[in-house]
Nanobody
């Protein structure tokens, strides 16, 4: 079964940018949906953005226009470009790989993003 590993988190000042990467251990070409979720302390995990294998994307309202999700099927990578970061974006960010009709629902270990001056 495919595994995913996130990287790219860190500490950034408000207004700054980060790019998160999600590396898969196998081809993601046939994986229906790749998503980025986040979980802040004391909060539930929430969907940030996802991308379907036909290129369709979806964003939570709070990041639309600031974050961009993309997938590179040739490199088995999914990215989350985060611009104009705000303190409320602080969270652990998780990559998720999911099939359309069940059978695959894989999570990474998460990467910490901290937005603070």
């Amino acid at each position: 079964q495919v595994q995913v590993v996130e990287s790219g988190g860190g500490l950034v000042q408000p207004g700054g940018s980060l790019r998160l990467s999600c590396a898969a251990s196998a081809s993601i070409r046939t994986i229906y949906r790749m998503g980025w979720y986040r979980q802040a302390p004391g909060e539930q995990r929430e969907l940030v953005a996802d991308i379907i294998n036909d290129g369709r994307t979806n964003y939570v309202d709070s990041v639309r226009g600031r974050f961009t999700i993309s997938r590179d099927n040739a490199k088995n990578q999914v990215y989350l470009q985060m611009n104009t970061l705000k303190p409320e974006d602080t969270a652990v960010y998780y990559c998720n790989a999911r099939s359309q009709f069940g059978g695959l629902n894989v999570w990474g270990q998460g990467t910490q993003v901290t937005v603070s001056s």
